[in-house]
């Protein structure tokens, strides 16, 4: 486990910094769109999807207590200050220069806060939390707006029967036919190849393999067949892995892999799926990158991008290889070491692989 906050800046002044592709321009409303302070300390928000967050901490000083802010891209219309209670001396939406907005959290003197330990977790696309402190007394809820809105999908498909409010689109994988295709995962390296290894020793070869397994499990119960280039640690070179897919006449090839940096760098994190050539391969490429993206909120999106790797370039079918994150990177070494995220990319890709099979297949 690495600590999130181990950056010596961070003994002054500042810290965490959230990187995503997109950008808002300038003029565009503030993409801070709800906040909360929960009763247990927790403080909430909802932003616009794919929010740049930067967040610090500053200690008291002779003018103010321990602040603590965060900064959202997008212009705020009306700055306001609002009242706080228990260990929150009050609450400040500013915009600190043009096009920006700016969250402050003053806190009274008293408040003994560890901001060493602090988090920001992205919960959703749009949706992030941060524990700050443990309330002593009784804390009220201080906030604007809610949390908790689910971001709406405004693609209605219009022949689509109209779904049950239980049935969470974020984990409903579509139908397709039945024995109708057949797909080819393909776990990166193995045995004596172990790949990349990140941060505390995690290594590629265990991370792709344990997803490549639930991949096949989610698309079996979807009556999707499944060959895995490899069930366990051995060493496979690429040809083999190729003229495997080829050989079976498989629909679609999948690789997937975890990403390291050169230098080993903990600020670089990130998703991004490659295709080689043609429609199909890009069409795939773009619904597996799409929902890798929804299950890792705050790690960058490094898009879909055109690549000549092996076993994309040689296989027959459309093949997509997949970089999961980085090990090596802060954000999503953190995540990669626990099934439960292993689980949720896993869903994701088959999610993407299955939406891919029901609009080209
Ligand atoms: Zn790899």
Do not use: C
Not at 235 to 244: C, E, M, T, W
Not at 282 to 288: D, T
């Amino acid at each position: 486990m690495i600590r999130f906050l181990d950056n010596k800046l961070f003994r002054y002044f500042s810290v965490f910094l959230f990187l995503n592709s997109v950008i808002l321009p300038v003029k565009s409303s503030s993409a801070l769109a709800a906040w909360a302070i929960k009763t247990n300390g927790v403080l909430e928000l909802r932003t616009k999807s794919n929010t740049n967050l930067k967040a610090y901490f500053q200690k008291a000083n002779q003018k103010s207590g321990d602040r603590f802010w965060v900064d959202f891209p997008g212009e705020l219309k009306n700055p306001r200050t609002i009242k706080g209670n228990g260990p929150i001396k009050e609450i400040r939406l500013g915009k600190p220069n043009k096009g920006k907005t700016r969250l402050v959290i003053e806190f009274n003197e008293e408040t003994y806060l560890k901001p060493l330990t602090w988090r920001i977790v992205g919960i959703d696309q749009n949706r992030w939390r941060i524990k700050l402190f443990n309330p002593k007394n009784r804390f009220k809820m201080i906030g604007e707006g809610i949390v908790e809105k689910k971001k709406r999908n405004f693609k209605v498909n219009q022949n689509s029967i109209p779904k049950k409010k239980s049935d969470y689109g974020y984990f409903k994988l579509p139908d397709v036919k039945q024995n109708k295709f057949l797909v080819v995962i393909d776990p990166g390296h193995g045995g004596p190849d172990p790949g990349a290894i990140g941060i505390g020793g995690i290594r590629e070869t265990d991370v792709v393999l344990e997803i490549s397994k639930i991949v096949k499990n989610l698309l079996s119960g979807k009556g999707v067949k499944v060959r895995l280039t490899r069930k366990n640690e051995v060493d496979l070179d690429l040809p083999p892995r190729v003229s495997f897919a080829n050989n079976t006449d498989a629909d679609i090839f999948v690789s997937i892999h975890a990403n390291a940096s050169r230098g080993k760098r903990r600020d670089i994190n990130g998703l991004e799926t490659f295709y080689y050539r043609g429609w199909r391969g890009r069409l795939l490429a773009k619904k597996i990158q799409k929902q890798i993206l929804r299950v890792s909120p705050g790690s960058p999106d490094r898009g879909v991008k055109q690549g000549r790797f092996y076993v994309i370039k040689n296989t027959r079918m459309p093949a997509v290889l997949v970089e999961i994150g980085f090990l090596t990177g802060r954000i999503d070494a953190r995540r990669l070491e626990k099934t439960t995220h292993r689980k949720r990319l896993a869903y994701a890709i088959a999610k993407g692989i299955l939406e891919y099979l029901d609009k080209v297949g």
